[in-house]
């Protein structure tokens, strides 16, 4: 049977209901503005009626608040997630490219390549064509080589900086998903703590957990899951716990429970570049606890950690990828400072490498993007090779190159000396990374593999006075002396000197034949077996003007005519000027030296368009996913008001029952007796 004051209680259940109904809406609308917050609502229930043991059997006995909740669709979660990673990635791709078209930019109000190359360096020799014997023309002409130079030096500068300052974002964005994975662990522990003390869910606690994921899956894309705990005598009873795991890249795990690893960054040794144009120090990633290697370079992941390995290392996919050949080991190993290695065997590594029809040892050469000591991958597993060697005859379509002193780390990080009899015949062998992205070590190629045909081209042209393959004579400077310097040269990034470059052919004035040269490498190998770099030790960050001509211009051959009448012969100087526009005398990409930039700037273009658009089309899924969760988790003002008062309304209401039931009590207990 029922309370004498049973409808006071009923009265105060729901006085307590919606005055919870109203701290809840007060909650909502002080969160309007809060970042990741979701909309909670009071779940409620009629309370158990009670048996009165009457003719109308039971009574209801009021309400009761089940719990507060929070309105979020998972749904919507992974959603957003997985758009999230890649608005992270393309974001970061239009950013830098954005910047890497700004370095290349050439018009009115910059002076770039077209001013500088098409424009006056060709002015600069036409006027020589007109007076080749003239000092002051000669070295105005000069200052315009100085300048070209320059341009492809800073240029490169630039690109090497922006790698820099790329590998210097990988490291704060690892810095910054370890901290993620610390702080969502850490909420784990206390969301548990708060929900296994009693029959209540950390609100707010879980959408700090959620605003934490949703700001890692911009970095990598993450999968998150959350189980029930059960308990280990009871498994039919789960105890209120939750095990939350987020896994990052193909399932990676990053977070279990109150449990997290964490990724560190392993600066690469000098001896460990994947490209010759490498900054030094570019970071690798590995995972804290075992060490083992971290990619985010899948084609099915994302991210714009992704984004930043892709520009930092991108080399369109050009690493250089050939079949394994054989190990021998028949020099001394030496240590990582050049010294011989006593009672140890260098084992060099030979594979071969598919080449397109028509190459030669010149065209393979000016490609190459490799370094002189560096990484190398055979059947999976990486190594280091301390230098390289090619063997290409013009017509083959396959070239051979080897790789020596090849070594791997053992688990004391020790250099390990073998051959590798564990690996068979036709195997992988990959150099470089072969990143399908047009990044910096691509632009780096591109201009390199330019400067080295011009530089080849211009050079032989002022040797022997054509590019004929027959050198039936050699060109002269003012002096009468025929050309035994290099125009062009490469500085050593070792001691600063100038060098002068090998030809690919050997001659002399007079040969009816031309023997091509099909041997050449760079480092410790080539050194020992005395192969020339020809102009493979030439890039964009090292070209100049020969120093000795700049200082005495009539070093310069103009004319291949013997006799003092070589004053105003400018044959040389003709033949220089087609390297222009005539494809027989350069070729660049299949176009034209003037065509260079336009080429890169397509590239470009397409890549910074690309991600432009890839940009706004998920920025434009981003915005409707949000649409769908605001319009579920959102906090939306009028609705918020509108509760309000409703649930005043209510309270008011109840407060009303209160107020008669207490008039009831009164009448019955003061005047009755009762």
Request: hydrophobic share 30%.
């Amino acid at each position: 049977m029922t309370s004498q004051f049973f409808g006071l209680m009923i009265g105060y259940s729901g006085l307590t209901a919606y005055q919870t109904a109203n701290n809840t809406v007060a909650n909502n609308a002080a969160n309007v503005q809060t970042e990741g917050y979701s909309k909670q609502v009071v779940e409620q229930k009629a309370s158990n009626a009670i048996r009165t043991y009457t003719t109308y059997g039971m009574a209801g006995s009021g309400v009761t608040v089940t719990a507060i909740k929070q309105l979020r669709n998972e749904y919507y979660d992974i959603k957003y997630r997985a758009n999230e990673a890649d608005v992270g990635r393309y974001e970061a791709q239009k950013t830098y490219m954005s910047e890497i078209e700004k370095y290349f930019k050439d018009d009115v109000t910059i002076k770039g390549f077209t001013k500088i190359y098409t424009e006056e360096f060709y002015a600069g020799l036409e006027d020589l064509a007109k007076n080749p014997g003239t000092t002051s023309t000669r070295s105005s002409f000069l200052g315009k080589a100085q300048t070209l130079a320059e341009y492809f030096r800073t240029m490169s500068d630039n690109l090497t900086k922006e790698q820099e300052i790329l590998n210097s974002e990988i490291k704060s964005q690892v810095d910054q998903l370890n901290e993620f994975a610390g702080q969502i662990a850490s909420l784990n522990k206390q969301i548990n703590l708060v929900e296994l003390q009693g029959q209540c869910v950390a609100n707010e606690l879980r959408d700090q957990r959620n605003l934490i994921v949703d700001k890692l899956s911009k970095i990598v894309d993450v999968e998150v899951t959350e189980t029930e705990i059960y308990n280990a005598g009871d498994p039919d009873h789960p105890t209120g716990a939750h095990r939350y795991q987020v896994k990052i890249s193909n399932g990676c795990s990053l977070v279990d429970g109150y449990e997290y690893n964490t990724l560190e960054t392993r600066a690469r040794d000098t001896d460990e570049k994947y490209h010759q144009t490498d900054a030094d120090g570019l970071y690798d990633l590995y995972w804290s606890s075992t060490g083992n290697e971290f990619s985010v370079l899948a084609d099915n992941l994302s991210g714009s950690l992704k984004a930043l390995f892709e520009l930092r290392d991108g080399d369109n996919g050009e690493a250089l990828t050939g079949s394994y050949v054989r190990s021998t080991q028949t020099r001394n190993a030496r240590d990582r400072e050049g010294n011989v290695i006593t009672g140890v065997t260098a084992t060099d590594v030979t594979m071969t490498v598919s080449v397109e029809a028509g190459e030669t040892l010149e065209s393979l050469v000016s490609k190459l993007n490799i370094a002189d000591k560096g990484s190398i991958r055979i059947s999976g597993t990486m190594y280091k090779y301390d230098g390289w060697t090619v063997d290409f005859t013009p017509g083959s379509t396959t070239a051979t190159f080897t790789f020596g002193d090849v070594t791997y780390k053992n688990s004391s990080g020790d250099d390990i000396h073998g051959l590798m009899s564990a690996v068979t015949v036709g195997k992988k062998c990959e150099v470089g990374n072969g990143v399908e992205y047009q990044g910096i070590p691509y632009y780096q190629a591109q201009m390199n593999q330019w400067v080295r045909q011009f530089a080849y081209r211009f050079n032989y042209t002022e040797k022997h006075g054509s590019l004929n393959n027959l050198v039936t004579e050699n060109a002269e400077n003012l002096y009468g002396d025929e050309m035994d310097i290099s125009f062009w040269q490469w500085r050593s990034v070792t001691d600063g000197s100038l060098n002068n470059l090998y030809e690919y052919y050997t001659a002399a004035a007079g040969d009816t034949v031309n023997t091509a040269k099909t041997q050449a490498g760079s480092g410790t190998i080539a050194d020992e077996l005395n192969f020339d770099s020809f102009y493979y030790d030439m890039q964009a960050s090292n070209v100049y003007v020969n120093k000795k001509i700049i200082d005495d211009p009539a070093l310069m051959s103009t004319t291949t005519t013997n006799g003092d009448i070589n004053v105003s012969a400018d044959n040389v100087v003709k033949e220089l000027l087609e390297l222009k526009d005539n494809k027989s005398k350069m070729v660049y990409r299949g176009c034209t030296s003037t065509e260079f930039l336009s080429l890169i700037l397509t590239d470009i273009s397409l890549n910074s368009s690309s991600a432009k658009n890839f940009t706004d089309n998920a920025n434009n899924i981003r915005n409707a996913i949000a649409n769908q969760k605001e319009s579920v988790s959102g906090v939306d003002n009028e609705e918020e008001a509108l509760d309000l008062v409703k649930f005043q309304n209510a309270y008011n209401l109840n407060a009303k029952i209160i107020q008669t039931m207490t008039e009831i009590y009164d009448r019955l207990i003061l005047e009755t007796g009762v």
